[in-house]
């Protein structure tokens, strides 16, 4: 499951998995539903992390997933920024001719956070966005337009945007439709899970409660879609 960690920690900022919003019953409730569906693994929210969570799912061995999301659309976050990532020994520094390192990376984000951050954490976090990055790349991103660095040509730039790394590792790249998509990440991201089969999305569907079972693994989720119907 490394690579789903991959993907979520690789875009610049927060999201969740289950939406913190949801009520969790610690007991099994009796709940009377309109519709009543079915699913391998059901994911709360359609943002990155949603997506994410649902191709790898599919990729290890999920038959059926359903994605509930309370907009009418995937994204989450993605909607409202370009979608800058960062990364130290990525194929794109390599295309670059950029040298750089992981310790680099993990000590720049150190100092930039007044080394208040969980080193552990962030170290995890550099390790696994090399693969996230490669993911993107190996999908399409390999095809996208980056904003490049005016002196040198290379995707691989310093972002002026936040405290800046000693070496130049971050990268923007534009969507293919500009209509649709503030960054290649999101565009990526949603073509493979709606490429898939598999994975069916729900949308004005927003979950109310985390259900529970007798042993308190959370197997179910009640939520309401845009009818007003229990789900």
């Known amino acids: 499951m490394k ?3 991959a993907l979520i920690l690789a875009m610049v900022m927060t999201l969740s998995m289950v939406a913190c919003s949801a009520e969790v019953k610690n007991e099994v409730p009796s709940v009377t539903a309109d519709v009543t569906k079915e699913a391998d693994i059901v994911i709360v929210g359609a943002g990155a992390a949603g997506l994410a969570a649902a191709i790898e799912a599919v990729d290890n061995g999920a ?3 359903i994605v509930i999301e309370k907009t009418a659309t ?3 976050s993605l909607n409202f920024t370009s979608g800058s990532m960062s990364g130290a020994e990525t194929i794109i520094q390599q295309i670059d001719g950029v040298e750089d390192t992981k310790e680099s990376y993990v000590q720049d ?3 930039n956070g007044a080394n208040l951050g969980d080193k552990e954490l962030i170290e995890a976090y550099v390790e696994e966005d090399v693969a996230a990055i490669q993911w993107l790349w190996d999908n399409g991103l390999s095809d996208n337009t980056f904003s490049v660095d005016r002196a040198t040509g290379t995707m691989s730039v310093f972002a002026p945007e936040h405290a800046l790394y000693s070496i130049p590792r971050t990268y923007k790249a534009s ?3 500009a209509t649709k998509y503030k960054s290649a990440a999101h565009e990526i991201l949603d073509t493979v899970a709606k490429a898939e089969s ?3 999305f729900d949308f004005q569907t927003e979950a109310k409660t985390l259900i529970n079972n007798e042993a308190g693994q959370v197997l ?3 939520a309401e879609n845009a009818k007003g119907e229990t789900v």
Do not use: C, P, Q, Y
Request: no cysteine; glycine share 10%; proline share 0%.
């Open 3 to 5: 690579r789903i960690i």
């Open 63 to 65: 038959e059926s997933v």
């Open 74 to 76: 995937t994204g989450g």
């Open 109 to 111: 984000i150190l100092n």
């Open 175 to 177: 969507a293919h439709d």
């Open 198 to 200: 598999k994975i069916v």
């Open 220 to 222: 179910s989720v009640v």
